[in-house]
């Protein structure tokens, strides 16, 4: 079945510096990946997502590319501001429809002042 | 965007006791929903999925009979915790997808505590 890593699992940056958070899967089968922000006592929200048949989504700072060949996939946050911090999950599907989903362990990034 | 719902936001109960968490998708009918579990610094763990009008499909070490869930609507899934104990307490959380939307929306949570 599919596996997805992620790291780092640990992340601080300072206000206004950028924040690379990479996945890599192993199932050569997925092609949805989203990615989900989560903060403290409350549920996942959607930020970006992306599907295999593009290499890369924008949207205003946040962006996620992904690297078929590879199996891997990363969320880039730019200019990063104290309410960016949280906890960030990346997720694999096989399908195209929102089901089975394989969820990252999480990065915990903290935006310092 | 897609909205999803879910009540309560937190409970405490006596060991012993069920427990009903209704989850509702607000603005879109969700063929599918899912519950998770989060234990504290850890991940998402999917417990079930369901389609509506159809038996939930558990995973392995789920038991079905103490996590009873019923889609009986295209906008409700509950979950009923029954015969909770102190190992349940956990942060229960629900997801809808649907035809149009073509990923997961997760709910605010239900924070569970089993004294």
């Known amino acids: 079945g599919e596996n997805v890593e992620q790291h780092p699992s640990t992340l601080s940056v300072q206000e206004g510096d950028s924040a690379v958070i990479k996945c890599t899967y192993s199932?050569?089968?997925?092609?949805?990946f989203p990615w989900y922000k989560q903060e403290l006592g409350k549920g996942p929200q959607l930020i970006i997502d992306?599907?295999?048949?593009?290499g890369e989504k924008k949207d205003q700072r946040i962006a996620v590319t992904l690297n078929k060949t590879a199996k891997h996939f990363s969320l880039h946050i730019t200019e990063t501001q104290p309410e960016d911090s949280a906890v960030y999950f990346c997720a694999a599907s096989p399908d195209n429809y929102g089901q089975n989903f394989v969820f990252g362990p999480g990065t915990r990034l903290s935006v310092l002042p | 965007g897609a909205v999803v719902s879910q009540h309560p936001s937190w409970v405490i109960c006596k060991s012993g006791t069920s427990v009903k968490i209704e989850c509702r998708s607000l603005?879109?009918?969700?063929?599918?929903m899912f519950w998770y579990r989060q234990f504290p610094k850890q991940s998402l763990m999917l417990m079930a999925t369901?389609?509506?009008?159809?038996?939930?499909?558990?995973e392995q070490g789920v038991e079905k009979d103490k996590f009873l869930i019923n889609h009986a609507s295209l906008t409700l899934s509950t979950l009923t915790v029954t015969s909770a104990h102190p190992e349940d307490s956990s942060f229960y959380i629900c997801?809808?997808?649907?035809?149009?939307?073509?990923?997961?929306?997760f709910g605010p949570g239900t924070r569970l505590l089993v004294l």
């Open positions: 603005d879109f009918q969700a063929t599918t």
């Open positions: 997801s809808a997808s649907g035809t149009t939307q073509e990923t997961q929306y």
């Open positions: 992306i599907r295999s048949n593009v």
């Open positions: 369901s389609n509506e009008g159809s038996k939930a499909t558990y």
């Open positions: 199932d050569s089968a997925s092609n949805y």
